[in-house]
């Protein structure tokens, strides 16, 4: 993964006008389905049946407040890596190398399940919720 100002620099991130009320949005929606998946995780459990969705389901939770964070700083992403540069972002917003290696992986594994039909294993899934669960407050604060 290259640093944030190379996907700057290549167009897939750019500057554009800050835009809070989308921001907010994807913030409120984040909530929503964390407590969600919170509920659906404590009455179903994790099993192979739904591994792959709840993985899904975390990802788009983390990725719903990088987003917000990058528009609240006058930044949008589009295009082929735009997944990866927003992932990139984490580098930039002083996470350790261990989250950002491990939310990079979980961009590529999301991808695996929706681009190619991988099937996930309950234990990684365990691992992601876990991951979400200790990562979420962190994502939180750099919103402030």
Not at 67 to 90: D, I, N, P
Request: a neutral charge; one cysteine or more; aromatic letters at 12%.
């Amino acid at each position: 993964m290259n640093q944030f100002e190379e996907y700057v620099q290549q167009g897939i991130i750019k500057k554009c006008s800050v835009n809070r009320p989308r921001a907010e949005f994807l913030i409120a929606e984040s909530e929503k389905s964390l407590r969600g998946l919170h509920k659906r995780v404590e009455i179903m459990g994790i099993d192979e049946d739904n591994a792959n969705s709840i993985i899904k389901d975390c990802y788009d939770i983390i990725m719903e407040l990088i987003r917000a964070k990058l528009l609240l700083t006058g930044y949008c992403s589009a295009g082929q890596f735009a997944h990866e540069a927003e992932v990139s972002y984490l580098k930039k917003q002083g996470f350790s190398e261990n989250e950002v290696s491990f939310m990079n992986n979980l961009r590529y594994f999301r991808n695996s399940v929706t681009y190619y039909g991988k099937i996930l294993n309950v234990e990684y899934g365990e691992q992601v919720v876990e991951f979400t669960k200790k990562i979420y407050p962190k994502l939180k604060g750099m919103l402030v």
